[in-house]
Nanobody, 122 residues
Framework: QVQLVESGGGLVQAGGSLRLSCAAS????????MGWFRQAPGKEREFVAA????????YYADSVKGRFTISRDNAKNTVYLQMNSLKPEDTAVYYC???????????????WGQGTQVTVSS
């Protein structure tokens, strides 16, 4: 089992920045691929970004390309999401994910965190 704990959410004005962190613990399968989804009020959960076990492969949703950057520190079992130029439409609960492959993380990840709220005011 893999436990994921997110942190770093909060309230920020449009144009501002936030960095989310997600710490993984438990029985990891040696540095799983990890990523982020988000869910806005009244909308379905959507993919945001994913990163392979060694950071060599990354994927981003079109809506965040050029503004968000996903990275990881395997020594700390932690993945980060740096969010710049935030927009009100980025307001959502952000969930950290993990799975064996980056494709699995992008499509239907097995492990989920509890989520952290990000609110962007206009």
């Amino acid at each position: 089992q893999v436990q994921l704990v997110e942190s770093g959410g909060g309230l920020v004005q449009a144009g501002g920045s936030l960095r989310l962190s997600c710490a993984a613990s438990g029985r990891t399968f040696s540095s799983p691929s990890m990523g982020w989804f988000r869910q806005a009020p009244g909308k379905e959960r959507e993919f945001v970004a994913a990163i392979s076990w060694n950071g060599g492969i990354t994927y981003y949703a079109d809506s965040v390309k050029g503004r968000f950057t996903i990275s990881r520190d395997n020594a700390k079992n932690t993945v980060y999401l740096q969010m710049n130029s935030l927009k009100p439409e980025d307001t959502a609960v952000y969930y950290c994910n993990a799975d064996r492959t980056v494709v699995a993380v992008k499509k239907n990840p097995t492990y989920w965190g509890q989520g952290t709220q990000v609110t962007v005011s206009s």
